[in-house]
């Protein structure tokens, strides 16, 4: 397994807390029953400014790679999960989601021959577990439409991010996440048009919603996301994700006064120990003592170079010893 900094385990792990915050904000700022407005609103204008401010354009087969991945990642995946968020039960959309770890991990073995450790497939169960007691006794009944929409979000998912490791973008990741984001917007504006009909309006707690998962939700959260897809393997980064539910009950509990007890505590507990367990951390300073011999035996070899060069110099270069 490779190591991985604390560094880019906390910039990682920026991602699924600001995620974490969707399902409240759909629910108390956003108008109701509009998935795809919801979207194309999260998507759409970020992605377009992200894109003036990089001015760049992709090039050659990045052209149709980054509509797959803005359809997979934004496009596909931002509908879904919204729909998944009206119409489930916060708790029941969360414990779908916290199957994406080991979604992540079958398809990185299949696409990239990741092969996930008996570690990482630990952690990714413990973590299940522990998202299952967060959601205990979650109010509401099971939607069959947002069911589908929830599993079918864990897999365009999965395909999105092992599709971003796979395939290393040759630009920085603003502009990679910038041509998703425009990309997966720019396909669902017809959709959104010709299912939910013309936008709703737009009130001061809505604007706030959508300014908040379009900014931290979705521009912040990304960059950090596939910053730490091409720095990990991508099952530790989906582990990763399973901080999303934690999040999103602790908002619950706080925010909206939903139940918090024991199995709700142990569950906390669980999920957090999946995510670090899931992962071979290593400090600075472990990484510096291992590689240090590496760097001694360089700097030993540079001084005897330099030392046969200077003792050769004057034997060994008549033609500048003459001049």
């Known amino acids: 397994m490779e190591s ?14 600001a995620w974490g915050t969707t399902y409240l904000t759909t629910e108390e700022l956003l108008p109701p029953d509009r998935p795809l407005f919801s979207a194309v609103v999260r998507a759409l ?20 790679r980054a509509g797959v991945l803005g359809l997979c990642n934004i496009g596909l995946f931002f509908p879904l999960l919204f729909l998944a968020a009206y119409r489930l039960p916060g708790g029941l959309a969360a414990t779908l989601q916290a199957t994406l770890p080991l979604a ?13 450790s008996g570690r990482g497939v630990v952690a990714a169960v ?5 998202v299952a007691l967060l959601v205990l006794g979650s109010p509401g009944g ?10 079918a979000s864990v897999v365009v998912a999965a395909t999105g991010f092992v599709l971003v490791k796979r395939w290393r973008a040759p630009v920085d990741m603003l502009t990679l996440v910038s041509w998703q984001l425009v990309a997966g917007g720019l396909l669902l504006v017809p959709v959104a048009l010709l299912v939910e009909g013309a936008p709703p309006a737009i009130d ?20 950090c996301w596939f910053r730490g897809l091409t720095r990990m393997p991508a099952g530790a980064v989906a582990l990763i994700g399973l901080l999303n539910p934690v999040v999103g009950t602790a908002l619950g509990a706080v925010v909206a006064g939903e139940v918090f ?13 999946g995510v670090l367990g899931g992962q071979q951390l290593t400090s600075s300073r472990r990484r510096a003592r291992r590689t240090a011999p590496a760097r001694a035996a360089r700097a030993v070899q540079a001084t005897r170079t330099q030392a046969r060069a200077a003792a050769c110099s004057p034997t060994c270069s008549p033609a500048v010893s003459r001049s």
């Open 261 to 273: 007890g024991l199995p709700q505590a142990i569950g906390v507990a669980l999920v957090l120990g």
């Open 126 to 130: 413990v973590g299940l577990a522990g």
């Open 104 to 116: 992540v991990m079958a398809l990185a073995y299949a696409a990239l021959g990741e092969r996930a």
């Open 4 to 17: 991985i900094s604390w560094r880019t385990l906390a910039l990682t792990a920026v991602a699924p807390v």
């Open 45 to 64: 204008p970020a992605g377009l400014l992200l894109l003036a401010w990089t001015r760049r354009l992709p090039r050659g087969d990045w052209w149709w």
């Open 142 to 151: 099971v939607d069959v439409l947002g069911l589908v929409a929830g599993a």
């Open 204 to 223: 001061a707690p809505a604007a706030a919603g959508y300014l908040w998962l379009g900014g931290a939700g979705t521009v912040v959260a990304y960059v």
